[in-house]
């Protein structure tokens, strides 16, 4: 039977500190998160945060010096940060603008309106007002990019002769605005939809695309009626 050596030993816990070392802003950021999702980010505190994720305070400073920084953190881990993966596969999109629309929002739901994530625009909403640093930087790193994917899109539409001439100073909170009430539906039950209704998630979703896209379309001209000459 082969020797266990102490230098062997050594290696494989040090090894699997590395790793743990590793995992830990990973594993901070998701109990950040649900902590956010359950009691909102004024009532959170770093000491909670720090013991769901089975660390101590002091090693959470280690990687974040302040429950704002974890905060950021949460949201470009989620959000923000996903804005480059999310435009280079707009612009590498081959199918129609109207499909590409309709893309988008089944996209928003799997990825973002489906999990957890799906609170954050909740938070800022009922938060950001006395947090206006935290606001400042969502409208920055979230909002924006948002209204800038979304305008994108319906300008692709309109240059590629799909969607008429569009408002852009309105036209993009007219997708935005159907993906947040489904936000506020899903985390304010009884508030904003009537919780017997059963609202299904993507039946909606493709309802609003639907009439969006009846909206936006360029159509053929009606056909006149025919004239009492034409018609005798």
């Given at each position: 039977m082969p020797s266990i050596k102490l230098c062997d030993i050594a290696a494989t816990v040090r090894t699997r500190r590395e790793r743990r070392k590793e995992s830990r802003?990973?594993?901070?950021?998701?109990?950040?998160?649900?902590?956010?999702?359950?009691?909102?980010?004024?009532?959170?505190?770093?000491?909670?945060?720090?013991?769901?994720?089975?660390?101590s305070k002091g090693t959470l400073f280690l990687y974040f010096s302040s429950k704002e920084e974890l905060f950021k953190a949460v949201v470009r881990e989620n959000?923000?940060?996903?804005?480059?993966?999310?435009?280079?596969?707009?612009?590498?999109?081959?199918?129609?603008?109207?499909?590409?629309?309709?893309?988008?929002?089944?996209?928003?739901?799997?990825?973002?309106g489906s999990t957890h994530v799906s609170c954050i625009p909740k938070l800022m909403m009922s938060e950001g007002s006395n947090f206006p640093e935290l606001a400042a930087f969502y409208?920055?790193?979230?909002?924006?990019?948002?209204?800038?994917?979304?305008?994108?899109?319906?300008?692709?539409?309109?240059?590629?002769?799909?969607?008429?001439?569009?408002?852009?100073k309105y036209a993009s909170y007219l997708v935005l605005a159907p993906m947040l009430f489904l936000t506020m539906a899903m985390h304010s039950s009884g508030v904003w939809a009537d919780p017997e209704s059963n609202l299904d998630p993507l039946e909606y979703i493709e309802m609003q695309v639907d009439i969006l896209l009846n909206g936006m379309c360029l159509q053929s001209p009606p056909i006149p009626p025919l004239s009492e000459n034409e018609t005798t």
């Open positions: 802003p990973g594993e901070l950021l998701a109990a950040a998160l649900e902590l956010f999702v359950e009691k909102g980010y004024a009532a959170t505190r770093v000491e909670e945060v720090a013991k769901r994720a089975g660390v959000i923000s940060g996903r804005f480059l993966e999310w435009t280079q596969e707009l612009e590498t999109y081959e199918g129609s603008s109207a499909d590409l629309l309709r893309r988008c929002m089944a996209v928003w739901w799997e990825r973002v409208d920055l790193e979230v909002v924006r990019p948002g209204d800038e994917l979304i305008r994108r899109i319906l300008q692709r539409g309109i240059a590629g002769g799909e969607f008429r001439p569009l408002d852009m």
